[in-house]
């Protein structure tokens, strides 16, 4: 196959529409990011990337918490609208019908409609360039109870989560092994893959 150099933004996909939401006094916003992502496991902590000209910077910078919120297909529409458009301007909870919740270690609200999301509290900001990087403790994690099987696992398949790339948003589709299962051994018995 033959490659070629693209001259277009740096690009490295799919990833999480996030929509992330946070407050400044009884101000509550949902903004939708692309640049986020887990950064260690202990202590668990992660980021967002955010451009100061958005109505969110200033909010989380003051606030010095946001919370993240894994996107389903049924909330698409609404986390590309909240992308789009400024708080500043329009609540985004009652325009794309969505219910703030309180969060439990946070003051930013959660987004009730959305299965997974993780309360963060700042621990630096990175001015990176177009954009800043706040990087964050994740303080809590807030999990619809239909999404745990019997055993307490989370089963993010349950989600139905859509991906973004490039542009475009997609469904995830199936599942195509677990981690590990590269090396795992064949239980006696099992068919051969």
């Not at 929509?19 to 950064?39: F, K």
């Not at 967002?48 to 958005?54: D, G, L, N, Q, W």
């Not at 969505?98 to 309360?119: D, G, K, M, Y």
Request: charged share 25%; glycine share 6%.
């Amino acid at each position: 196959m033959a490659k070629v150099h693209w001259k277009g933004s740096t690009l490295l996909a799919p990833v999480p529409p996030a929509m992330v939401t946070c407050s400044r006094g009884d101000e509550i916003n949902i903004i939708t990011v692309a640049w986020t992502g887990i950064v260690n496991s202990q202590p668990p902590k992660t980021y967002i990337s955010v451009r100061p000209s958005r109505h969110s910077h200033e909010m989380i910078r003051a606030s010095r918490e946001f919370a993240i919120h894994l996107t389903p297909k049924k909330l698409v529409r609404a986390a590309d609208w909240c992308g789009i458009h400024t708080g500043a301007k329009v609540n985004k909870f009652e325009r794309c019908h969505l219910t703030p919740e309180p969060a439990s270690v946070i003051s930013a609200p959660l987004i009730a409609e959305c299965p997974v999301a993780l309360e963060c509290r700042v621990t630096d900001v990175i001015p990176l360039g177009s954009h800043d990087m706040f990087l964050a403790d994740i303080v809590a994690v807030d999990a619809d109870e239909r999404l745990l099987d019997g055993e307490g696992k989370l089963r993010m398949e349950r989600a139905d989560l859509v991906a973004y790339a490039h542009g475009d948003y997609y469904e995830l589709g199936r599942r195509l092994g677990a981690f590990g299962f590269s090396v795992a051994k064949k239980r006696p018995g099992s068919k051969k893959s």
